[in-house]
């Protein structure tokens, strides 16, 4: 159990161009789920957390204008990079958690942005 | 940064060894957990320790934390190629500071 997907895995765009990063888990319900940003042999740095039903909470220096996070549902939080720049090539990774009382959060495979 | 710095960065040995990593960090934690990454992949959780534990096992992994001294260290015990990855430990401060703040992360290399 506990399994969380993304989609798509790996998508290549021109510069200008938005693109949305879905993540879902798969065989529970997740009430928080989580964005990461993670660059070449370097480690993962939150962008933001997402709670079903109500607005993203952002980190410091992360533009919300420009990274649209929705948490619909309880299975499913989208990203989406606006008016994407080459500077916004990156693994982005998402994971999610069942509820405030469980600490473990479980990761999503990734998805690897390229922007031409 | 709020992030902790784990070492070594690298670590290459041979199968069947053992790998001990370590891990550092700044500010009071609720609980640390051990991750492994496979190269362009997404994360897997290894084992979770609490602020108030000193020492866990789960099969060949052995998780020490010594929060006075604000660190952790990982044992990956008689190891094999496969657990060739990066390792990274990731804390939480708790309810009300739920997010994990993760380490540099040390990559392993097992030699056949």
């Known amino acids: 159990g506990a399994v969380v997907s993304q989609h798509p895995s790996w998508v290549i765009c021109k510069s200008g161009t938005s693109v949305k990063i879905e993540c879902r888990s798969l065989?529970?319900?997740?009430?928080?789920m989580f964005w990461y940003r993670q660059f070449p042999k370097q480690s993962l740095m939150l962008m933001a957390t997402?709670?079903?039903?109500?607005?993203?909470?952002?980190e410091q220096g992360v533009e919300k204008d420009k990274f649209l996070i929705n948490h619909a549902s309880l299975t499913l939080s989208t990203l989406t990079v606006t008016s994407a720049h080459p500077e916004d090539s990156s693994f982005y990774i998402c994971s999610a958690r069942r509820d405030r009382g469980y600490e473990t959060q479980y990761f999503g495979p990734g998805t690897r942005l390229l922007v031409l | 940064s709020q992030q902790g710095e784990e070492d070594p960065q690298a670590l290459s040995i041979q199968e069947g060894e053992n790998a001990t990593m370590n891990c550092s960090y700044k500010?009071?934690?609720?609980?640390l957990q051990w991750y492994r990454q496979n190269s362009g992949r997404g994360l897997v959780h290894l084992i979770l320790i609490r602020s108030n534990e000193r020492e866990k096992h789960s099969g060949r992994l052995r998780v020490t934390l010594d929060t006075s001294k604000k660190s952790s260290s990982l044992l990956i015990t008689a190891s094999r190629a496969a657990d060739t990855a990066s390792y990274f430990c990731?804390?939480?401060?708790?309810?009300?500071?739920?997010?994990?703040?993760f380490g540099t992360g040390t990559r392993l290399t097992i030699i056949p």
């Open positions: 990731a804390t939480d401060g708790g309810f009300g500071n739920e997010k994990l703040t």
């Open positions: 500010t009071s934690i609720n609980n």
């Open positions: 065989d529970f319900q997740a009430t928080t």
């Open positions: 997402s709670n079903e039903g109500s607005k993203a909470t952002y």
